[in-house]
């Protein structure tokens, strides 16, 4: 039947809703309907129909509604057929519940390098509209809420970062070009899984179904992404979860230095007292040893994560190159004499020193 047929001025609600549907509760069902195909890849017509509390005949006339106010849902049809809201030529208005307006408000206003200045514009835009009950609870949770800039950052593409989220949302098979660490740039075609952030940097972890294994890629190193349309059936990634995995990659990938440190303490106990997150692994060799590993371009990263590791006072071995066991020993001579300078009298802080001046302050106001 055509759906764009004149409309009368009531429609027949399904058996058991209570008759008639009036005319006058149109807009606020075409506001349901739109809220229900942004929330979901894909609905089918039933499904939609049983949510409006309609029938099917008025939910493709609302479709068509949908479709005139240049909202635009794509219909297949088939036993897997149904509706999806598509990207058009324009943005339409977007519905959101308060929490996810709140949520989205915090998340601009926090942004990471390479889509805060960006982030900074929509924030603007959504802050003029959002309702005076939710402008409170933002501003709690903003003066609350605080970001420290990674100095290393890399910027990211907000456009790459869209194209790649809304693909693994919709496990749709992208491709992309690729320019690694090492290497000519190539083509990539990739099931992508999850967007990860580490150290202000963006990455995605994706099976790579040429290569037969799965692989991350850092965002900034990635041109011109695009979904390729095809499904594909989401794959068990070999970790508990994204997170998980990257660091796991880090730390078992070749880099230019490499550090391992065998350690007389279990391996929990060595994740637990690490003060700082590293991007190393830490493996269980027996119930009271383990064995922590680092794998890194930068020299002092290498170091620093080793010296955190013997830090913890307990027995320890070193498997690590030259440049490594060189630093180490410049920086164990370097820590000595520092040691030495600042403990020529335990009761006495060394003298010109900004403890020692704290100290005489103190005596003067005994006195």
Not at 111 to 129: F, H, I, M, N, S
Not at 253 to 258: D, H, L
Request: charged share 25%; proline share 7%.
């Amino acid at each position: 039947m055509n759906e764009s047929a004149s409309d009368g001025i009531t429609e027949r609600r399904p058996p058991g809703t209570g008759g008639r549907a009036p005319r006058r509760e149109l807009p606020g069902r075409m506001l349901r309907l739109l809220s229900l195909l942004q929330a979901r890849r894909e609905w089918s017509g039933r499904e939609l129909a049983d949510r409006l509390g309609v029938t099917e005949r008025t939910l493709r006339r609302d479709i068509h509604r949908l479709r005139e106010l240049d909202y635009p849902v794509v219909g297949s049809t088939g036993t897997a057929g149904g509706y999806r809201l598509a990207s058009g030529q324009a943005l339409p208005p977007l519905l959101l519940d308060d929490d996810e307006a709140v949520a989205i408000a915090l998340a601009l206003s926090t942004a990471v390098p390479g889509v805060d200045e960006v982030g900074a514009r929509a924030l603007a835009k959504l802050t003029q509209v959002l309702p005076a009950r939710l402008r409170p609870q933002l501003a709690r949770l903003a003066d609350a809420v605080a970001v420290v800039p990674h100095r290393q950052a890399a910027g990211t593409d907000p456009g790459v970062l869209a194209t790649l989220a809304a693909a693994c949302r919709d496990t749709e098979i992208v491709t992309f070009d690729y320019h690694g660490r090492s290497g000519p740039p190539g083509r990539r075609r990739v099931e992508p899984h999850h967007l990860v952030t580490l150290g202000g940097n963006w990455y995605l972890v994706a099976y790579d179904p040429e290569r037969a294994d799965w692989r991350t890629f850092r965002l900034d190193r990635v041109r011109s992404p695009a979904s390729t349309r095809h499904r594909f059936a989401p794959r068990a990634l070999p970790a508990p979860d994204a997170a998980t995995y990257l660091g796991r990659s880090f730390a078992g990938a070749s880099y230019r230095y490499t550090a391992r440190v065998e350690v007389a303490l279990p391996a929990d106990t060595v994740r637990t007292r690490m003060c700082l997150s590293a991007p190393g692994q830490v493996t269980e060799l027996a119930p009271n040893r383990c064995l922590a590993s680092m794998s890194a371009d930068s020299l002092d990263l290498v170091v620093q994560y080793v010296a955190m590791v013997v830090s913890l006072d307990a027995p320890t071995c070193l498997i690590a190159g030259p440049e490594v066991t060189d630093r180490l020993r410049s920086l164990a001579t370097s820590l000595a004499a520092t040691v030495e300078r600042s403990t020529v009298d335990d009761r006495r802080p060394v003298e010109g020193s900004a403890v020692s001046a704290v100290a005489d302050a103190d005596r003067g106001r005994r006195r």
